[in-house]
């Protein structure tokens, strides 16, 4: 079970990813909020991001104790995440391809 909710933890992340990459949307770190206006960003990491400075403000807490852990180890965070997108393009290739033979299949069966 812990495989399976890690495995859905990382598609998640990687299926959002693509998505804030290839539609530029920006979504507040704290709130959720989808804007592509917002403007407030971590002078520090440069990774997160707030619809306004009330939120920023709010996560301090949280986000200084994850930006120093970022910033400390960003080569091996970035390694890791090219490996996952990696990972992820291969699954994402493999099943499509196995969507392909099955619907091969079944119109054969019909």
């Known amino acids: 079970m812990f495989y399976t ?3 859905c933890l990382v598609l998640g992340t ?20 989808e804007d592509h206006t917002i403007t ?3 002078l ?3 990774k997160a991001i707030y619809c306004n400075r009330k939120c920023m403000k709010k996560n ?13 180890r960003y080569q091996q965070i970035r390694s890791v995440m090219d490996q996952m997108k ?3 393009a291969y699954y994402k290739d493999y099943n499509e391809k196995l969507n392909e033979r099955r619907r091969k ?4 069966s019909i």
């Open 5 to 7: 909710a890690i495995q």
């Open 60 to 72: 301090k807490k949280i986000h200084d104790s994850i930006c120093r852990i970022y910033i400390d």
């Open 14 to 33: 990687i299926k959002l990813m693509d998505t804030v990459n290839t539609q530029k949307v920006r979504i507040c770190f704290r709130c959720k909020t």
């Open 86 to 88: 990696e990972n992820f």
């Open 44 to 46: 520090n990491c440069k």
């Open 40 to 42: 407030a960003i971590c």
């Open 105 to 108: 299949d079944n119109s054969l």
